[in-house]
Structure formats: structure tokens, C-alpha cells
């Protein structure tokens, strides 16, 4: 998985989880967090842990959340450097997925033993099928696993005058052998997680796009506003009789030229000029 999707908060609540045992409710998480302010939430569970145990690092909570590769890898790199003083062997005793399920239960009132028909869990929280048989979360089949597939013996071709040449046997795996339907397995579920996975990056990337179209309007929405309290500021002075130095003034200020779009070493005005006064004209 790439570092990015730790900014769902999963991986560092349970790195925490396993360092300190029951310090933080794996239960609260959210485990199908896809957008920022659901991995806020997470992050908070993380954030409150570090505080119950007075750990002196600030946990920069939404900076992991934006899903920004650098913030998560500095964080990450501090975590691995803090679990090595602490706990240095908590990767080989540490069961995260078997975890994650007990939560997931918890959460849903599952109790032991009961069947658990579809798990509602980002992809990169779930591990390969191979990776699941070795927990024991599934029946195990090493034993087929162990076995070696043999192509069946093919038989002798006799040629007149030659010996006798035995054809070797192909050393690929026959169809619907037990090898060959683990492989066809594997192969489909990491489709799945990469398709899982394009779905996220896209989704988030509509929520970015659907922010920065609303940024686009607010901004739009407030020029206009400000537009028309300086309209109705040139109508009042236009509209009085009395010519004083304020009202010229407040005149020469409405009709100044920005900066940008006047013209170079008093030559004609460029482009950017022609551009900003049908602008303007569009707006009366």
C-alpha cells in the first residue's frame, strides 16, 4: 500500500495499539474511512492516546488527514523510531488484520463464532489470501500448498531405428489444479484492491475538484458584491452637483488603472489592458 493511505489513521492507531495494549479503542475507528473528515475522527482517537499517556509529540492531525505523502512519512519514520525503544518486537507477535476483525465485530455486534458474511473495509486493510491463511482466518490448506503438481506421466513415443525418448513433463502448473486456481485467486484479489484503490484516488479527487469549483464561486459571489458597493460609490458622486476635492478624489481612485495592466514606458496598452476594459464593460 502507498504511504498516503495511512492518512486514513488505521495503520498509526494500531502501530500505537501494539506498543500500548488498550490504550486506544480500536472499535471507535472507522474503518471504511475514505474522505478527509473521516480520517480526522480516526486521528483524533490517536491524538487523545498520545495525551492519556503524556507522550511529548504533537500528533499534526490535519496535516496526516490531506492524504500528503511527505507529513505521513515523517510521522511514520517517528513511529517506527519510537516503537524501536519501546517495543522493538512487536511486528512478530502482532496479529494487525486479526485485530482489525475483533474491532470490525465489536463494532457491528458480532459476537464469537458467528459468521461473518461481507467485511465493509478499505482494501488496503485487508491482506492477500495467502496472507490470511498463514493467521488462520480461513481453513488452512497448507498441506495442498506443500504438494508439488506433476504434470501426468506421458507416454513413450517409438520411432523405427531410434531409441525410445521420454517427453519431459511441462513444468507448468495443469488447468484447475489446486496451484493453478490459488494463482487465479491471488491475481483476482489484487485486481480487486487496485481497482478498490483508483476508486478512492478518484473519488478524492472529485471532492478536491468540487471544493475548488465552490472556492471558485464564493470568490465570484464576493468580486460582484464589492463590484456593486464601487458602482453605487461612482453613481452618488456622478449624481451630486457639489464638485469638491473629495469627490474627485474618490473619483480619480474608481477609475485608476491597476498596476498590472498598464502600459510600458507610456507606449500603447497591451494586451492585459484591452483584456481588464472589456472586462469591465462586461460587468456594466
Keep these: 500500500p502507498?504511504?498516503?493511505?495511512?492518512?486514513d489513521g488505521i495503520a498509526?492507531?494500531?502501530?500505537?495499539?501494539?506498543?500500548?495494549?488498550?490504550a486506544l479503542n480500536l472499535a471507535k475507528l472507522n474503518f471504511s474511512s475514505k474522505f478527509e473528515d473521516d480520517h480526522l475522527r480516526n486521528l483524533r482517537l490517536l491524538d487523545d492516546?498520545?495525551?492519556?499517556?503524556?507522550i511529548n509529540k504533537i500528533v499534526?492531525?490535519?496535516?496526516?488527514?490531506?492524504?500528503?505523502?511527505?507529513?505521513?512519512?515523517?510521522?511514520?519514520?517517528?513511529?517506527?523510531?519510537?516503537?524501536?525503544?519501546?517495543?522493538?518486537?512487536?511486528?512478530k507477535t502482532y496479529e494487525g488484520y486479526q485485530k482489525r476483525i475483533e474491532a470490525y465485530c465489536k463494532q457491528k455486534g458480532i459476537g464469537k463464532g458467528m459468521p461473518i458474511h461481507d467485511i465493509s473495509m478499505n482494501a488496503?486493510?485487508?491482506?492477500?489470501?495467502?496472507?490470511i491463511k498463514r493467521m488462520g482466518?480461513?481453513?488452512?490448506?497448507?498441506?495442498?500448498?506443500?504438494?508439488?503438481?506433476?504434470?501426468?506421466?506421458q507416454a513413450k513415443k517409438m520411432y523405427p531405428g531410434k531409441a525410445a525418448e521420454p517427453i519431459e513433463a511441462s513444468d507448468e502448473a495443469p488447468e484447475g489444479s489446486a496451484e493453478s486456481n490459488e494463482l487465479n485467486n491471488q491475481r483476482r484479489k489484487q485486481l480487486i484492491n487496485l481497482i478498490s484503490s483508483l476508486e478512492y484516488e478518484m473519488t478524492e479527487q472529485l471532492q478536491k475538484h468540487k471544493a475548488f469549483l465552490e472556492d471558485i464561486a464564493k470568490i465570484e459571489s464576493e468580486r460582484d458584491l464589492y463590484y456593486g458597493y464601487l458602482r453605487q460609490i461612482e453613481d452618488v458622486c456622478n449624481s451630486s452637483s457639489e464638485d469638491s476635492a473629495a469627490k474627485k478624489e474618490i473619483?480619480?481612485?474608481?477609475?485608476?488603472?491597476?498596476?498590472?495592466?498598464?502600459?510600458?514606458d507610456g507606449k500603447k496598452k497591451n494586451q492585459f489592458s484591452l483584456n481588464?476594459?472589456?472586462y469591465v464593460r462586461t460587468l456594466d
Excluded at 492516546?49 to 503524556?54: D, E, G, I, M
Excluded at 496535516?63 to 511486528?91: C, R, T, V
Excluded at 488496503?124 to 496472507?131: A, M
Design 12 to 22: 498509526y492507531c494500531q502501530i500505537f495499539d501494539a506498543i500500548h495494549p488498550g
Design 251 to 264: 473619483l480619480a481612485i474608481l477609475y485608476e488603472e491597476p498596476e498590472d495592466f498598464k502600459s510600458v
Design 276 to 278: 481588464y476594459y472589456f
Design 137 to 153: 482466518t480461513e481453513e488452512s490448506n497448507e498441506e495442498e500448498e506443500e504438494k508439488q503438481v506433476y504434470a501426468p506421466p
Design 124 to 131: 488496503h486493510l485487508i491482506p492477500n489470501k495467502t496472507h
Design 49 to 54: 492516546a498520545f495525551k492519556k499517556l503524556a
Design 60 to 91: 499534526p492531525v490535519s496535516k496526516l488527514a490531506k492524504s500528503k505523502f511527505q507529513d505521513n512519512m515523517e510521522f511514520l519514520q517517528w513511529l517506527y523510531g519510537y516503537s524501536a525503544k519501546i517495543s522493538p518486537h512487536i511486528a
Design 2 to 7: 502507498k504511504v498516503e493511505l495511512c492518512s
